[in-house]
């Protein structure tokens, strides 16, 4: 799946499409977040903040698993739909000023949403918000193009930035660069996500490049959307999309954990 090249007018176009956000994108696979998560997965409830949580795909799946989850993204349209998901509380914030207090989170997950962070301000604030020995998990969902009709679809959604690699994004760099974070460790995992003629066209729309083409351009991909589902489906089953999810984790350094002591006590559970 594309990353999307980070702009501000892309960014700003996922609250318009919130709807098709939530009916379109495929949630996460439960054993990629209990590998995420690690021991937190399976020692009793841990506090957990899904940061970028959109629609609250991720933050399902973690409520999902027993744990207290706060999700937050500086989209309110995005919240009004998260909101509907049993056991998230969830916050306006951004990634670079985060609204929790320091130490007061056993680990923050970001599903799809890190290539659009300020990543300079954004790592300061994730160690900050961090208790020590938490975990930082991200994960991105891709479609598995080696599937010939995935990659028609693929190429009909990004258009030219298909062939200049705009869906590639490797945070491994920026982590390793930063002194706030140890060794990145790396996982994938592969899953399926079930969709009806609507449910692709809701899928395209999800993405910032084609919601912000004018009516008539993101008309002509939609035309090509529906095609590809007519030549590939076999109705009354589901059209099965093949994705596989990247998965990094790390923890915070020694300096990150003495640099909190310094700034602020460690917060209570939430």
Same mark, same amino acid.
């Given at each position: 799946?594309?990353?999307?090249?980070?702009?501000?007018?892309?960014?700003?176009?996922?609250?318009?499409?919130?709807?098709?956000?939530?009916?379109?994108?495929?949630?996460?696979?439960?054993?990629?977040?209990?590998?995420?998560?690690?021991?937190?997965?399976?020692?009793?409830?841990?506090?957990?903040?899904?940061?970028?949580?959109?629609?609250?795909?991720?933050?399902?799946?973690?409520?999902?698993?027993?744990?207290?989850?706060?999700?937050?993204?500086?989209?309110?349209?995005?919240?009004?739909?998260?909101?509907?998901?049993?056991?998230?509380?969830?916050?306006?914030?951004?990634?670079?000023? =985060?609204? @929790?207090?320091?130490?007061?989170?056993?680990? &923050?997950?970001? !599903?799809?949403?890190? %290539? #659009?962070? +300020?990543?300079? $301000?954004?790592?300061?604030?994730?160690?900050?918000?961090?208790?020590?020995?938490?975990?930082?998990?991200?994960?991105?969902?891709?479609?598995?193009?080696?599937?010939?009709?995935?990659?028609?679809?693929?190429?009909?959604?990004?258009?030219?930035?298909?062939?200049?690699?705009?869906?590639?994004?490797?945070?491994?760099? =920026?982590? @390793?660069?930063?002194?706030?974070?140890?060794? &990145?460790?790396? !996982?994938?995992?592969? %899953? #399926?996500? +079930?969709?009806? $003629?609507?449910?692709?066209?809701?899928?395209?729309?999800?993405?910032?490049?084609?919601?912000?083409?004018?009516?008539?351009?993101?008309?002509?991909?939609?035309?090509?959307?529906?095609?590809?589902?007519?030549?590939?489906?076999?109705?009354?089953?589901?059209?099965?999309?093949?994705?596989?999810?990247?998965?990094?984790?790390?923890?915070?350094?020694?300096?990150?954990?003495?640099?909190?002591?310094?700034?602020?006590?460690?917060?209570?559970?939430?």
């Amino acid at each position: 799946m594309t990353t999307d090249d980070p702009g501000p007018e892309r960014a700003r176009s996922f609250g318009a499409v919130a709807a098709a956000y939530d009916a379109g994108r495929p949630t996460f696979p439960v054993e990629a977040l209990a590998w995420v998560l690690g021991q937190a997965s399976v020692q009793g409830r841990r506090q957990v903040l899904d940061l970028g949580a959109g629609t609250g795909k991720l933050s399902a799946v973690v409520a999902a698993l027993g744990h207290d989850v706060v999700a937050v993204d500086p989209s309110e349209e995005m919240l009004t739909v998260c909101r509907k998901i049993p056991g998230v509380d969830t916050m306006v914030g951004a990634a670079e000023s =985060i609204p @929790l207090a320091h130490g007061s989170v056993d680990a &923050v997950i970001v !599903g799809q949403a890190f %290539h #659009w962070f +300020d990543h300079a $301000r954004a790592l300061p604030e994730i160690a900050r918000v961090l208790r020590p020995h938490g975990v930082v998990g991200l994960l991105w969902n891709h479609y598995d193009t080696v599937v010939p009709w995935v990659r028609r679809l693929h190429r009909a959604i990004l258009g030219e930035d298909f062939l200049a690699g705009a869906d590639q994004f490797d945070p491994m760099p =920026i982590l @390793l660069q930063s002194d706030l974070f140890g060794p &990145v460790e790396t !996982g994938r995992f592969r %899953h #399926w996500h +079930d969709l009806d $003629r609507g449910g692709l066209r809701q899928l395209a729309l999800s993405h910032s490049r084609v919601s912000v083409l004018t009516e008539s351009r993101r008309e002509s991909v939609l035309e090509q959307i529906d095609a590809i589902y007519d030549g590939t489906a076999r109705p009354p089953e589901p059209l099965r999309m093949p994705y596989f999810t990247n998965c990094y984790r790390t923890w915070p350094s020694d300096l990150a954990n003495y640099q909190r002591t310094l700034d602020a006590p460690v917060a209570p559970p939430l």
